[in-house]
């Protein structure tokens, strides 16, 4: 079974040689674009393209406001410090995605809260979630806000950070609602998922704040970089000016009104961008078309194909194959890696590692178990 398997990826990607789990495709005008920030000499963090990315994304995803930074994590960061996150809180997320999400939790001073996520989207569970709240979380009034406190450990639970998984998009509108009731702001991990819609409205843009990753081996990359997308235009407009050390305007003084970020993007990057951005439509159409091809596959076999859950359209960033066991799993990765075929495990589960063991974790069971089964596969875009 296997080696059809890996037969079948080798006729898809028609190559004998390497295949990598997820390649960049530059079939555009990047060189071009690159070349125009080298002969105008505006390769850092001034320069066109970055308002031309910012606009194209906005757009796309129909965000209000888009403000790029130098990568994924910095927007996380950035974006979960504008909630309110600080020293001693907790936010609440899930143990299944990668560790990024963690660690831009606990640069802000708070502490990850892990909660169990769904079956069918590897997001965030909605019914975990509530049950957790209406055990542990109290309201508390503040003047004229209300914030939602830990009974137990006394502490803020800050924000809600949801994960669309491998592009996939959880169900955002009942975390969302959950929050809301508690009073608790969520920020959306979207950075796998540009080009995912969930009832027709892109990831991302749920929730007060969302985040984007252009990372190499995202849908489209601008080397390194990524996107925090918000419709509070006031919001956004502050958290630009953060990005920039929140130096204010001024023909030649050097002055400054709050604790600010190098968090630019650099325009050589966002050049990268523009370009990719261009081809986005061809980019994600190839990406459909390689998962149907994958589903068709797997339907025959003894392999569970992950598909798009209900009400989505997903990017199909990583195709995810569901093994019937670790052992199997892991007879699976070492089979097709030492047969030139990338595939990678999911990652490990964030309560599991030694950093967060001291974390709160409740009633993991989903997120064990599609660890333990789940498989990547090679998911480049096949454009010219």
Not at 65 to 91: F, M, P, S, Y
Not at 130 to 141: I, Y
Not at 177 to 194: F, G, M, Q, R, T
Not at 232 to 246: F, M, P, R, S
Request: aromatic share 10%; charged share 20%.
């Amino acid at each position: 079974m296997y080696n059809k398997v890996i037969e079948f990826i080798r006729a898809l990607y028609q190559s004998k040689d390497f295949i990598p789990l997820h390649a960049p495709v530059f079939a555009g005008n990047e060189k071009l674009y690159l070349e125009d920030c080298i002969d105008t000499t505006f390769v850092s963090s001034v320069g066109k393209y970055v308002d031309q990315l910012e606009k194209i994304v906005q757009e796309y995803t129909g965000a209000k406001k888009a403000i790029a930074t130098v990568n994924g994590t910095n927007a996380l960061h950035l974006a979960l410090l504008q909630v309110g996150a600080g020293k001693n809180d907790e936010i609440i997320t899930q143990p299944f995605t990668f560790i990024a999400t963690a660690n831009a939790i606990v640069y802000t001073g708070a502490k990850p809260v892990f909660i169990d996520i769904d079956r069918s989207n590897l997001g965030l569970s909605p019914e975990k979630l509530k049950d957790w709240l209406s055990k542990n979380a109290k309201l508390v009034s503040e003047g004229k806000s209300t914030a939602c406190y830990n009974k137990v450990t006394k502490k803020k639970i800050a924000a809600i950070v949801p994960m669309h998984t491998f592009g996939h998009p959880c169900r955002i509108d009942e975390i969302i609602k959950i929050a809301d009731e508690y009073c608790i702001p969520v920020v959306e991990d979207a950075a796998e998922s540009l080009g995912s819609f969930y009832k027709n409205k892109h990831t991302g843009t749920y929730g007060k704040l969302g985040v984007l990753s252009f990372n190499g081996n995202k849908t489209i990359t601008t080397g390194g970089g990524g996107m925090i997308l918000t419709n509070d235009l006031k919001l956004g407009a502050h958290i630009k000016h953060l990005t920039t050390q929140a130096k204010i305007p001024h023909p030649f003084e050097y002055d400054h009104d709050f604790i600010g970020y190098n968090y630019r993007m650099p325009n050589l990057n966002a050049a990268l961008g523009v370009a990719q951005m261009e081809n986005l439509t061809k980019i994600l159409s190839s990406k459909r078309l390689i998962a149907q091809k994958y589903k068709l596959f797997f339907k025959n076999q003894e392999i569970q194909f992950l598909d798009e859950p209900e009400y989505s359209k997903s990017n199909f960033w990583l195709n995810s194959v569901i093994l019937a066991n670790k052992t199997e799993r892991d007879a699976f990765l070492k089979f097709s890696n030492e047969n030139g075929v990338m595939t990678r495990p999911a990652w490990k589960l964030m309560h599991e590692l030694q950093m967060f063991k001291d974390c709160i974790s409740n009633d993991i069971v989903i997120a064990k178990e599609i660890s333990d089964k789940l498989v990547n596969l090679p998911s480049s875009s096949l454009i010219n």
